[in-house]
């Protein structure tokens, strides 16, 4: 069954320091999203991507954050400078343009800023 | 604002004793109703997508029903390997990247 890869599945980085989250969506899916779970929260909704741009985000998804379609198969989010409170479980989903069988979700990269 | 709440937070079962979780929703619109198992750190797997008032899916022990204001998931004679944490989430109509807002989840244990 096809899946959404994510790497790598722990980072830990210094507060301050950029890092860059990796996804492989699936090959013929056309949205993308970012999500994250701060420990005991609820998922929330970053930002979704589609025909090369950012379609919608969230009032989290500030400054500090970018996406990007860097080739065809790889979807990248970048945190710029690294927060405390950006410690959480960042999950990548993709979805087919008929949202009926709805996202497929990649298992998570978390990140703990230190 | 959309607004998805989960009850009960946890759940503890007997194998084969069967229960419900309930979400109740805020939406100005429902696109759709989804429902998703989460495993300890583990991205949300896919269960059921919902559509309109009446709906029902099944899917081996779990079944969901949706009404205008909330939607079960109903488990009968449950297993310990349907220990997990079980989401639910709204899509509303406006917008288009049909993002999803999630409830808390409610934690279900299965005892053997």
Redesign the interface.
């Known amino acids: 069954e096809p899946e ?1 890869t994510q790497t790598p599945s722990h980072q830990v980085t210094q507060m301050g320091q950029e890092v860059i989250l990796r996804c492989v969506p699936i090959s013929n899916h056309l ?1 993308f ?1 970012w ?1 994250r779970q701060i420990l005991g ?5 970053l930002v ?1 991507f ?1 025909n090369n741009e950012i ?2 985000k ?1 009032e989290i998804f500030d400054d500090q954050f970018s996406v990007e379609r860097p080739d065809g198969s790889n979807f990248t989010l970048k945190i710029r400078s690294t927060k405390l409170e950006d410690s959480a479980m960042y ?1 990548c ?1 993709s ?1 087919r343009v008929d ?10 990269t ?1 990140l703990t800023v230190v | 604002e959309d607004q998805v709440t989960q009850s009960p937070e946890a759940l503890r079962l007997q194998e084969g004793e069967s229960s419900s979780l309930n979400c109740s929703y805020t939406v100005s619109g429902l696109r759709g109703l989804f429902w998703y198992r989460q495993d300890p750190g583990k991205g949300p797997e896919f269960l059921f997508t919902l559509y309109s008032a009446g709906e029902e899916k099944e899917k081996e022990r779990l079944k969901a029903t949706l009404t205008k204001k909330e939607s079960f998931l109903h488990i009968t004679a449950p297993k310990p390997e349907d220990s997990a944490t079980y989401l639910c989430a709204v899509q509303a109509l406006s917008g288009s990247a049909r993002q999803l807002t999630f409830g808390s989840g409610t934690q279900l244990t299965v005892l053997p």
């Open positions: 959404v949205y999203y999500y929260q609820k998922v929330e909704f979704s589609y379609s919608e969230s999950f989903a979805r949202s009926g069988y709805g996202y497929t979700f990649g298992s998570g978390r």
